[in-house]
């Protein structure tokens, strides 16, 4: 089989070791005459800009028109992106003469990068016209932040649909293990590029180069193919069918047996899918986050509709990481500092209020309403004292907080709103999901939240400092960026001046904060790739159920204390709060051993009243008022399950069970 197209990745510099000087350009500009060569050596010699800067300064040196604004505009659409790609050390390229012969031997020839192309497809657009780098058919380029391999996978499938050939008709052409790992996704052919950063050297499973010349041994004739990738797809393919297979086995043995099977309270729900990217994922074997942490991250961030999602491996962990980014120095006089207060609530579950204390803060406890068991909005402002600098509360069992009121209160003081969002996610409150609201906002994916990777978080924001700072935290505290098994993506690995270390010690090695090691494994954000798939199926369910538990209840009022959504919300409960009445001719007690010995699970409402609890006996706190309501919801609250694994069988049979107990009570 002959190869047709060729698709050059130009996401990595090629590096010749010999010529390293002060002297830093990227990939394409080998390509290009010996005016704009000087000109590139001339703007980026001992610079510090941004490959976007130095693009937009070489095409107004050429005098290429109408391009600054242009590319002012792609700088600040693509912020993040630009302070990344930093271009201030590094080497010049190898020659690219190569290009010609597969241009002009009719090879499709593609250009591809993992990074936004707007100013750079123009400054090929202009070389290419000027006849000094061949055409290519079509430049690829990111539009936004977007997981890089999946963007090029859609590349190569759609490639393959425009120009009517197979995989094995297609090489990539490139540097770095994320076009391996397409190339391996997609069935094509993979070219290695070996450069100082991935040092690949002959031993591998595929072909390496270090000149795009000595491509025309490999492809002239076209005949290579890669057997063991190929060898290695096909065991792959084999060994997810038998996945699903044993799923599909498994499946068959669940049946529901009223009064002998349990009824949890949450729990799993996953098909053949979970399973599947899980064992795919273990089978890449790259154990930390990769290809499916990144894609969770941004896939969950474009569902609640904010700019970051960084995954850490709990909920509580996200609710640490949280607290602790607002301790940064980074953040000036706005950072939180030993003895300030954070006001909160002390009916709820201790990992929300546990950073506020390791962070050495102080929590001020306001109480919490009936019915909705959030916090009492109309006291926080009068709660608010000279030490107050946050507010850190969760949505009760996934019912939205009074938003409306606390932002006005947040902007009004200048405080910091964390919402912990671990039994909330799929809630909206005025049509916005909640998550979304806070400085900084988190997220768990315990097994019984509502998707799962079994254990699993995530922390996020609008604000890319916050963005950093929390990053910094969960890795170490770390100042590096770089990502795992990635080196030097600031290209001043060795060449910068922190603290009181000597310049050029490793940045590898150099720690802003005191952090920790909060980070997720592959395998852990593969399923939840799956899970997030099925979200609007789970968030439809849980509000059926949650209507169907309150039809039947409604019967039993006068002995209940049924749940209010918050005006304007949505709620995607996570569970349906039952306080019995103090005058009911039984007890919580009474009521909840009588479901658990009919196999019905109940939960109480996490910790009742935490400052009751023995671990905060000895913690400084502040009481705002009573918390008359918190000892209510202690001493009479309970809740049952809501989750989609609940099915209409098992709701009757709930229905049945709570019949029975009021037909022996009353």
């Not at 597969?102 to 192309?117: D, E, M, R, V, W």
């Not at 990217?277 to 089978?283: I, K, M, Q, Y």
């Amino acid at each position: 089989m002959s190869i047709k197209v060729l698709v050059f990745d130009f996401d990595g510099t090629i590096v010749d070791s010999n010529e390293l000087k002060d002297k830093a350009y990227f990939e394409l500009f080998p390509l290009a005459d010996k005016k704009t060569k000087e000109i590139i050596r001339e703007i980026s010699k001992g610079s510090r800009k941004t490959r976007y800067q130095i693009i937009k300064e070489i095409l107004l040196a050429l005098k290429f028109e109408n391009i600054e604004k242009e590319t002012e505009n792609h700088v600040q659409k693509y912020g993040e992106v630009v302070e990344k790609d930093i271009v201030d050390s590094g080497g010049v390229p190898n020659a690219f003469e190569g290009l010609w012969f597969f241009h002009n031997n009719k090879y499709i020839l593609y250009l591809l990068s993992g990074t936004p192309l707007e100013p750079l497809s123009q400054v090929v657009e202009k070389l290419v016209a000027k006849g000094k780098i061949p055409a290519f058919k079509k430049i690829y380029g990111r539009v936004d932040n977007s997981d890089e391999r999946l963007f090029k996978e859609q590349v190569i499938t759609e490639i393959i649909k425009t120009e009517g050939v197979s995989t094995k008709e297609i090489a990539l052409i490139g540097d770095g293990p994320s076009e391996r790992d397409v190339a391996l996704k997609t069935g094509c052919i993979f070219i290695g590029i070996s450069n100082e950063s991935n040092n690949w050297k002959t031993n591998n499973d595929f072909p390496v180069i270090t000149d795009f010349k000595e491509l025309q041994s490999l492809i002239n004739p076209p005949l290579f193919l890669i057997k063991n990738m190929k060898k290695e797809k096909q065991l792959r393919k084999e060994i997810l069918n038998k996945v699903r297979e044993f799923y599909q086995a498994r499946k068959q043995k669940e049946k529901f047996i009223p009064g002998e099977s349990y009824i949890n309270y949450s729990g799993r729900v996953y098909d053949e899918k979970e399973m599947i990217n899980l064992v795919d994922a273990s089978l890449d074997f790259w154990l930390t986050a990769d290809r499916y942490a990144k894609q969770f991250e941004n896939d969950f961030a474009k569902f609640l509709g904010i700019k970051y999602c960084l995954l850490t491996n709990s909920g509580s962990s996200a609710n640490l990481l949280a607290i602790s980014a607002l301790t940064s120095p980074e953040l000036g006089k706005k950072r939180l500092k030993p003895g300030d207060e954070i006001i909160t609530v002390a009916c709820g579950f201790p990992t929300t209020l546990n950073p506020i204390i390791q962070n050495n803060l102080i929590p001020v406890f306001i109480d919490i309403e009936l019915g909705t068991y959030n916090i009492q909005v109309e006291k926080i402002e009068k709660a608010i004292s000279k030490k107050t600098k946050a507010i850190f509360v969760a949505h009760t069992l996934g019912n939205p907080i009074n938003l409306d009121k606390i932002l006005k209160i947040v902007k009004k003081y200048n405080l910091w709103l964390i919402e912990d969002n671990c039994d909330a996610l799929g809630s909206k409150y005025k049509g916005q999901y909640t998550g979304s609201f806070g400085h900084i906002s988190t997220c768990s994916f315990f097994p019984a939240h509502h998707i799962t990777m079994g254990e699993g978080g995530a922390v996020l924001t609008d604000d890319l400092k916050l963005k950093k700072i929390i990053a910094s935290f969960r890795d170490w505290g770390r100042d590096c960026w770089c990502e795992p098994g990635h080196d030097n993506t600031c290209k001043k690995r060795f060449s910068r001046k922190s603290g009181k270390l000597p310049f050029g010690y490793d940045h590898k090695y150099i720690y802003s904060h005191i952090g920790y090691n909060l980070k997720i494994t592959d395998m852990q954000a593969a399923i939840g790739i799956a899970q997030l798939e099925k979200l609007p199926l789970f968030i439809k369910k849980r509000k059926e159920n949650f209507k169907e538990i309150y039809k039947f209840l409604k019967l039993y009022e006068n002995y209940f204390v049924l749940p209010q959504a918050e005006k304007d919300s949505q709620p995607c409960w996570f569970g349906f709060p039952i306080l019995v009445k103090p005058e009911a001719p039984f007890s919580r007690n009474e009521i909840v051993n009588y479901l658990e010995d009919n196999k019905i699970a109940t939960r109480m409402l996490f910790g009742g009243n935490l400052i009751k609890q023995p671990a905060y006996e000895n913690t400084k706190y502040r009481i705002f008022g009573s918390l008359k309501n918190t000892d209510l919801i202690m001493n009479n609250l309970f809740w049952l399950g809501v989750y989609s694994g609940i099915t209409k069988e098992k709701l009757n049979y709930l229905t049945k069970v709570f019949n029975k107990f009021f037909k022996e009570k009353l």
